[in-house]
């Protein structure tokens, strides 16, 4: 880094333009983050050309969320991350918030499904079905997991240890958003999952958690103890800290909006779909004919993804052409 050995220096705004990374995890970590975005984009291509749509808003909050990743990681602000503690808050709340955010609102699993052969839906269902995932995603697991890498890093002496040695800190920059992008997948995300919340449940979810975030930014804007005396003064510590605390509130409001749209969004589509279930139902007594449980389906999978849960599993819903539900 740039700053070695100095403790919490001055943040230059010529380095965090111009101070990206050039060593080798870093160009790896930046083409990786280049692939997935290309892969998004050509999956949406696809899609396309099969003459259905895909919510270009989906692709642009992807495409974000990726330069959210190389920006935290690779850009100028990596100059600082072992250096500046309030630079790491930025760092961390970039990777852990931000950049999921938007990676899920993309529905990433959702547009591979849409776009891909039938192999890979089955491959794709099998790994989303598999234990492990599972119990990964499991949301009190999920829950448990955030909160504790937010307390556990800065509170504790992992977090020196940590900056001591580099490969450990690059992957704890994996770890954050990992553990980010499970947690908010349960949110705010789109995608299929085992474990599908409803929209109290998610508030009920972001609520949870609200008391750890004031608690961790309680404890460093009050700390009488540098988060690490060899790399931080007490003084960025704390600004730190409080940087930590407004920002985890204000995106814990951010989601709630979210979630309260996404639920005014789902009751809307709902009554559409109650009300093609009827007209259905009000044309086949018009023609004559009694209405079986595939036909009042049909009338619902028009507005479906090609996903769904369905008494706790996932299922794959295949149907030719037409809309892709872009809620």
Known sequence: ?????????????????????????????????????????????????????????RTVSFLAGIVTIIIATDSGLASYDDSVFSIHVIQHLLLMNVAPILLVLGAPVTLALQASG???????????????????????????????????????????????HPLVHDLTHLHFLITGCLYWWLVVGIDPSRWRLTPPMKLGFLAVDIPVGTLLGLALTQATTS????????????????????????????????????????DTREAARGDRRADADYAARWAGQSVGPDVARAGVDLELTEVEVVDGRLVNVSRPGGPVNDA
């Open 227 to 266: 988060a690490a005396p060899s790399f931080h003064t007490l003084a960025d510590t704390q600004q730190g800290g409080g940087l930590l605390w407004i920002a985890s509130e204000l995106f814990t409001f951010a989601a709630i909006g979210i979630v309260v749209f996404q639920w005014m969004r789902s």
């Open 1 to 57: 880094m740039l700053f070695a050995g100095a403790i919490s220096p001055p943040v230059q705004l010529h380095t965090l333009i111009t101070g990206w990374q050039t060593d080798w995890l870093s160009l790896v970590t930046v083409a990786v983050d280049i692939a997935l975005g290309t892969g998004y984009v050509l999956a949406a291509r696809r899609l396309a050309l099969k003459g259905r749509h895909w919510s270009p808003w």
């Open 118 to 164: 039938r192999h890979t839906q089955t491959t794709i269902l099998r790994v989303l079905h598999h234990p492990i995932v599972e119990i990964i995603t499991n949301p009190l697991v999920v829950l448990f997991f955030f909160s504790i890498t937010m307390i556990g890093y800065f509170l504790t002496p992992f977090y020196q240890f940590s900056l001591e």
